[in-house]
């Protein structure tokens, strides 16, 4: 089982991200919203405070995608759909994409991440 985390910027990235993962019938994913470091650097350093009202403080939100994935494949498959769909999740811009291997606690039996 992996773990797939994909963290994007941009409200209509993620409702494009959203229709791919409903598509492909990854219902047991879960949607967070997140705050940038930047945001919390502005409130808790005193220079980036400062500079942050020198150029006009904007504050900055993400969204983070957890999809459990049965194997690697349907992480290609995601990406390749994404990218039929003008999301290219190799380009930075776009959000950042993380693939974690993981156990699986279910009935109390675990599974182990494939190697």
Known sequence: ????????????????????????????????????????????????????????????YNRTLLVPLRDRAEAELFASLCRRDGLDLADPAVGTLLLVPCERLTNGETESPAS
């Open 1 to 60: 089982m992996t773990l797939m985390i994909a963290i994007f910027r941009d409200e209509a990235i993620v409702r494009k991200a959203v229709r791919v993962l409903v598509e492909m019938g990854l219902f047991e994913s879960a949607v967070l919203d997140g705050e940038a470091v930047e945001n919390l650097a502005v409130r808790t350093i005193p220079l980036f405070e400062d500079v942050g009202r020198l150029f006009g403080q904007a504050l900055a």
